[in-house]
């Protein structure tokens, strides 16, 4: 018996090294979403641009639309702000969804680095970010 205690480390150390090996042939690039085939999720919150204006779900539907989850303290979110410019340039329809961030920095953001956004939700306590999966920087 005692020696099967003197084992258990070693084993505990061998399962876990399987897992970590695993681990490492694992695609970091490809992250599945729980939310492919679902609707999108209900919500009721302001615009960016004028917080009187609240939008809701149905406001979204209609016709496909990218739908980019940002905030101006994400490193991120600064360097593909480019690339939806350009997208937005191009026709492409995108949603944005500030989220957790201060009102007046989101304003001063679109205002310096353009606004591609057809209509921008002002998530400030960040619900509907965490509904669409958001768990970390945009």
């Not at 001063?108 to 965490?130: E, M, T």
Request: hydrophobic share 45%; proline share 7%; charged share 25%.
């Amino acid at each position: 018996m005692r020696r099967l205690l003197l084992l258990l480390p070693l084993v505990v150390f061998l399962l876990m090294a399987v897992f970590l090996f695993k681990g490492l042939f694992l695609d970091k690039e490809n992250l599945p979403s729980a939310l492919i085939g679902k609707p999108f999720p209900e919500f009721d919150l302001a615009s960016v641009e004028d917080p009187e204006r609240r939008y809701t779900r149905e406001d979204l539907l209609g016709r496909p639309a990218l739908v980019n989850v940002w905030a101006t303290w994400c490193v991120a979110c600064r360097v593909e702000h480019p690339v939806l410019n350009k997208l937005a340039e191009q026709g492409v329809v995108i949603h944005g969804v500030n989220y957790k961030d201060d009102l007046e920095s989101a304003r001063r953001w679109l205002r310096d680095l353009h606004d591609p956004y057809v209509l921008n939700i002002f998530d400030d306590r960040g619900r509907l970010g965490l509904d669409l999966g958001v768990y970390g920087t945009p």
